[in-house]
């Protein structure tokens, strides 16, 4: 029994020494270019699933069925993940092109069937380490994510068109705040959903 504790015991300083000689030799290539092995690869998307899942399970998610909570959520969007994650008629930066893990374009079913609500307002919060995907939680309010999920629920049933359309829904009313002639407590919602300034 005592032999069989022992030889754990070696085989175990055995692998620990192999992993520091390993780690410390430089031999591991670093580069964005060189993806992980398949093994590797399917342990870190397990680990990011479980992850992200176990992290969000308590937060609570407010009501997101609002036209002008979209509006300000495709305006985060279109500033800052259009780079990265493309939208309908835009395609994403070189930028993206060079990250390795790859950031998924968001305009697709399947980004929605792997991820609620809870799930994509953590990881824009918090973003993913180790990846390309920033935390948006150190300079942006609740709000302001929320809106963004807000946005993505419409994200990928939305056509080039209506992405364009409220590109300029939202600049004639940002035009009008500019102007001095429109403030927050002006713009409402009305029956049919659209955003308007009284
Ligand atoms: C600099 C590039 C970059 C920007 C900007 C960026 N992301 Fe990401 N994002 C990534 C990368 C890379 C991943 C993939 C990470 C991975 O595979 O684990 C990712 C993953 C995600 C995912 C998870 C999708 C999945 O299945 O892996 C969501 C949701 C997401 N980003 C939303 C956003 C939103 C919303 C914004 C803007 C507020 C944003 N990202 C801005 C690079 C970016």
């Known amino acids: 029994?005592?032999?069989?504790?022992?030889?754990?015991?070696?085989?175990?300083i055995v692998i620990i020494a192999i992993s520091f000689i390993y780690m410390s030799s430089g031999i591991y290539n670093l580069?964005?270019?060189k993806p992980h092995m398949k093994v590797t690869e399917s342990a870190i998307h397990i680990m990011k699933g479980k992850s992200i899942k176990a992290n969000s399970k308590n937060i609570e998610v407010p009501n997101l069925d609002d036209k002008n909570l979209v509006l300000n959520g495709y305006e985060g969007y279109d500033a800052m993940c259009v780079t990265c994650h493309a939208a309908p008629g835009k395609s994403a930066?070189?930028?993206a092109d060079g990250l390795y893990p790859p950031p998924p374009e968001l305009n697709n079913k399947e980004?929605?069937?792997?991820?609620?609500?809870?799930?994509?307002?953590?990881?824009?919060?918090?973003?993913i380490k180790l990846t390309g995907m920033p935390a948006y939680g150190p300079t942006h309010?609740?709000?302001?994510?929320?809106a963004i999920v807000a946005f993505l629920n419409r994200l990928p049933v939305m056509t080039e068109k209506e992405y364009k359309e409220m590109g300029e829904e939202n600049k004639n009313i940002k035009d009008g705040y500019h102007r001095g002639d429109v403030n927050q407590?002006?713009?409402h919602?009305?029956?049919?959903?659209?955003?308007?300034?009284h």
């Open 189 to 197: 919602i009305h029956k049919d959903g659209k955003k308007h300034v």
């Open 141 to 146: 309010s609740d709000e302001d994510l929320w």
């Open 31 to 33: 580069s964005a270019t």
């Open 185 to 187: 407590e002006n713009v």
């Open 111 to 127: 980004i929605y069937e792997e991820w609620n609500e809870k799930e994509l307002f953590w990881i824009i919060k918090n973003g």
């Open 1 to 12: 029994m005592n032999k069989i504790l022992l030889g754990s015991i070696i085989t175990l």
């Open 93 to 95: 930066s070189v930028i």
